[in-house]
């Protein structure tokens, strides 16, 4: 399905984001892993490339823009474009907002969402060259509805979903979509930091959703693969929930 395209994906040496660049990989793509966890990230692509794929890892510190930069020349002048941009890479900072330190803000703003506007601004101009490209943002059910104890993380969320919203406005006219995915409670590393390995607990959050189970990394990297590819090349600025029905009721 991606034959000859390039596909950036953010934090792809964990959870979400690697099981995305699995999925591009397994459809042709040649991937760029992109994390600031080099162990990890480098993992990841000796994994794809012994399944004989196309792919390079990138150490990214996001909240850089001299490595978004870096990151975005590194995929073109590797792969001589970019088609695909999937903004993935996130983290999730739980301190109550009364006792939150502007640190832990920051941290949680510039690696949410500052992360996404310096990576689209770098490729938005290789893109508007090529005028072609897509934009697919890991937003969250917290983009849309408060998710309970974790403000400063749904604020991001928030602006994730309205950057997202813009740059479809804004760059329609260059041939270039954005979209976004917004997953609920998802079987990743940074769920079992936030609410643990306990299976009790685990079935709890689980009942939150109609369907009755958490999401898998691949339910959110099929939704990503559907809006980068060209079966959605009618939809821009969508918010599609992967989220087992949890923002229905
Ligand atoms: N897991 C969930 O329940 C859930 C639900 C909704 C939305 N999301 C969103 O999905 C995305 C992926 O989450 P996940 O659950 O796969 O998390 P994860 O912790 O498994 O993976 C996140 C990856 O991002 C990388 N990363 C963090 N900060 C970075 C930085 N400054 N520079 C480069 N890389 C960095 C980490 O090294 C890690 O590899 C996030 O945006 C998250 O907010 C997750």
């Given at each position: 399905m991606f034959k000859d395209r390039v596909a950036i994906v953010t934090g792809a040496a964990s959870g979400i984001g690697k099981q995305t660049a699995?999925?591009?990989a397994r459809q042709a793509a040649q991937v760029v892993v992109a994390d600031i966890d080099e162990k990890s990230g480098t993992g990841v692509v000796d994994e794809l490339k012994t399944g004989g794929h196309d792919a390079i890892f990138v150490k990214t510190d996001l909240t850089s823009e001299a490595d978004c930069e870096n990151l975005i020349a590194t995929a073109g002048d590797t792969f001589g474009r970019v088609d695909i941009l999937v903004n993935n890479a996130g983290i999730e900072i739980s301190t109550p907002l009364h006792e939150m330190s502007v640190h832990e803000w920051d941290r949680l703003l510039d690696t949410n969402l500052k992360s996404m506007f310096l990576c689209s601004k770098h490729a938005?101009?290789?893109m508007?060259?090529?005028t072609s490209g897509v934009i697919v943002n890991v937003c969250s059910v917290s983009?849309?509805?408060a998710?309970?104890?974790?403000?400063?993380?749904n604020a991001t969320k928030g602006g994730v979903m309205m950057l997202t919203k813009s740059l479809a406005v804004d760059y329609a006219k260059y041939n270039i979509r954005a979209n976004c995915v917004c997953p609920s409670i998802i079987d990743t590393p940074m769920?079992?930091?936030s609410i643990g390995h306990d299976a009790a607990v685990k079935e709890q959050k689980a009942q939150l959703n109609p369907i009755?189970?958490?999401g898998t990394p691949e339910d959110v990297a099929n939704a990503i693969l559907f809006l980068?590819?060209?079966k959605s090349s009618f939809v821009t600025g969508a918010a599609l929930t992967v989220d087992g029905g949890y923002t229905a009721i």
């Open positions: 699995i999925e591009f938005l101009r290789t508007i060259e090529a983009g849309l509805v998710w309970p104890g974790i403000a400063a993380y769920t079992d930091t009755g189970r958490l980068a590819s060209d």
